[in-house]
């Protein structure tokens, strides 16, 4: 019953059902199936049919394509709360990339079918569904912007300034991904990212203490 009640928590929180009323929530929770995965397990290939998708639960994802010449180019990372590999529930299409756990995770899976089924007897589902995705496009096109039109070190300043407002305004971000993640996130190599973090620190723009990056002068960061 704590499980329960705790998974039903999980879900009315998320933005993809957030707002719906609780007899709603009891039966989206009764379609979900819990997955456990450990570090480094993929979940699902491109190309693999999309028979549902997922919400992390607790752990952290990884959803990236990889190039012919074996380059790992990583399109986003994923949290608790946040929903994942949904859009082939409404095409009916394969995945369109590769998702694997960074960490030790406890995933949410929603059966296409009976999700589907869910939309059609609950319109405002689709609602919710559809301002998650609008979200999920504009994060895409701005990465597309980042990458096609500014140099590394503006992808990484602006990175910075994206965290800071994801973890509530601070001065002070926590990187919850490796360096080397997050190089491929931004479409370059560690030892690039590297000398860009070093750079950064000697201008007085950071201070970087491991895992924990330190905005000195956010205004300068954002010129960048």
């Known amino acids: 019953m704590m499980e329960n009640s705790t998974l039903k928590e999980t879900i009315g929180k998320s ?48 959803i990236y394509k990889m190039s012919f010449s074996g380059k790992e180019q990583i399109l986003h990372i994923f949290g608790p709360g946040e929903p994942f590999g ?36 609950m319109p405002s589902i689709a609602l919710n569904m559809l301002a998650v995705l609008s979200m999920r496009l504009r994060r895409f096109a701005s990465q597309i912007e980042s990458l096609s039109l500014k140099e590394v070190p503006a992808r990484l300043a602006g990175y910075l300034l994206y965290l800071s407002e994801e973890q ?39 201070v970087v203490e491991g895992r924990n990056i330190r905005i000195l002068d956010r205004e300068s960061l954002a010129d960048r």
């Open 15 to 62: 933005s993809l059902f957030y707002g719906l009323p609780p007899e709603q929530i009891d039966l989206i929770v009764g379609i979900i199936v819990r997955k456990q995965y450990n570090r480094g397990e993929t979940i699902f290939f491109e190309g693999d049919k999309g028979s549902g998708f997922y919400m992390v639960d607790s752990g952290k994802v990884k």
């Open 168 to 206: 509530g305004g601070t001065d002070t971000v926590a990187l919850e991904i490796s360096k080397g993640q997050l190089a491929s996130l931004l479409g370059t190599i560690p030892e690039t990212l590297s000398r860009i973090f070093a750079k950064m620190s000697e201008e007085g723009l950071i």
């Open 86 to 121: 949904e859009v082939p529930v409404f095409h009916g299409q394969p995945f369109p990339a590769t998702a694997e756990v960074l960490v030790k995770s406890s995933l949410l899976f929603f059966p296409r079918d009976k999700f589907i089924q869910l939309v059609h007897d």
